[in-house]
């Protein structure tokens, strides 16, 4: 990671996922770690309800937005590269992703074929998780773990009829428009 220039890592995994895998940066390996819970562990089991991975995003931005801000903040705050990671790599880390590229002002579209690139990327991972979920769970998991350009075009659809856009969400929570224009240079 130093070759890349990675000076943190932003850990946006719940309390229990932390409790059951711990992160081997925590105890500064190298860089500097900051966990910023994305989805609390009471939030964790709820957005299972929702009928489709594009409910759980919704669900995810409207339920909680001051962790999105508080995300970002962080970002806004480190000096040099910072690494971002869920469990998985794709919903919480695609959501942030497109929040970040959006704030630096990335063509939906190419936010969208960017996410969509997590299919490609999680290929060989996506395969050893189906082969492991029990045979009658298969398709509907196959389903869930795709990450189709239109999920998070949608996703910020919604934000920008509901917000006038990212950086009206992040202010709405709380950031200050220049930890906005922060995050936002830092990406330019």
């Known amino acids: ?5 990675v000076t943190t890592v932003l850990d946006l995994r719940s309390n229990d996922e932390l409790l059951r895998n711990p992160s081997p940066y925590a105890n500064g390996a190298g860089v500097s770690y900051v966990h910023r819970e994305l989805i609390d562990d009471a939030n964790m ?3 299972g309800d929702s009928q489709s991975m594009f409910d759980r995003y919704i ?6 937005p001051q962790a999105f801000r508080q995300v970002l903040e962080a970002i806004a705050g480190v000096e040099g590269c910072v690494l971002f990671h869920c469990f998985a790599g794709k919903d919480r880390t695609g959501l942030v992703a ?4 959006s704030v630096a002002g990335v063509a939906p579209d190419d936010i969208a074929a960017d996410y969509g690139q997590t299919d490609l990327q999680l290929a060989p991972q996506y395969e050893r998780w189906i082969a492991e979920a029990p045979a009658e769970k298969r398709d509907a998991f196959r389903d ?5 350009p239109e999920r998070i075009l949608g996703v910020l659809d919604h934000i920008e009829r509901r917000w006038g856009g990212v950086a009206g969400y992040l202010e709405a929570a709380g950031m200050a428009p220049s930890t906005i ?3 936002a240079a830092k990406l330019s």
């Open 1 to 5: 990671m130093s070759a890349y220039g």
């Open 144 to 148: 869930e773990l795709r990450c189709p």
């Open 181 to 183: 224009d922060r995050v």
């Open 59 to 64: 669900f995810i931005v409207e339920k909680r």
């Open 45 to 47: 089991t709820q957005i």
């Open 98 to 101: 497109a929040m970040l590229l």
